[in-house]
Nanobody
Framework: QVQLVESGGGLVQPGGSLRLSCAAS????????MGWYRQAPGSQRELVAT???????NYVDSVKGRFSVSRDNAKNTVYLQMNSLKPEDTAVYYC?????????WGQGTQVTVSA
């Protein structure tokens, strides 16, 4: 059974940094692409960043140059380093993967950027 567990969220001031982690189990982690999504109150869930098994990354324009996605296959963990955080980055952040046409989600971790 695939499980994804996010951690690392919290309250941070504008301009600050956070690193989110997503620990995966029940899957051959190294061969699958991983994604980070976020959902703000009253908004649709949006894709923030993806990281393929070969290391290719993609980012939504609003986070380019500020966020960085990485993975540690030995730890079955994907990370989202978030720098220069803005109030508009406030959201619940989810990690995601797709295996044989099925999508898997973690429970999410809250990130709040506020003075």
């Amino acid at each position: 059974q695939v499980q994804l567990v996010e951690s690392g969220g919290g309250l941070v001031q504008p301009g600050g940094s956070l690193r989110l982690s997503c620990a995966a189990s029940g899957m051959l982690f190294s061969i699958y692409s991983m994604g980070w999504y976020r959902q703000a109150p009253g908004s649709q869930r949006e894709l923030v960043a993806t990281l393929s098994s070969d290391g290719t990354t993609n980012y939504v324009d609003s986070v380019k140059g500020r966020f960085s996605v990485s993975r540690d296959n030995a730890k079955n963990t994907v990370y989202l380093q978030m720098n220069s955080l803005k109030p508009e980055d406030t959201a619940v952040y989810y990690c995601n993967t797709r295996i044989w046409g099925s999508y898997y989600w973690g429970q999410g971790t809250q990130v709040t950027v506020s003075a």
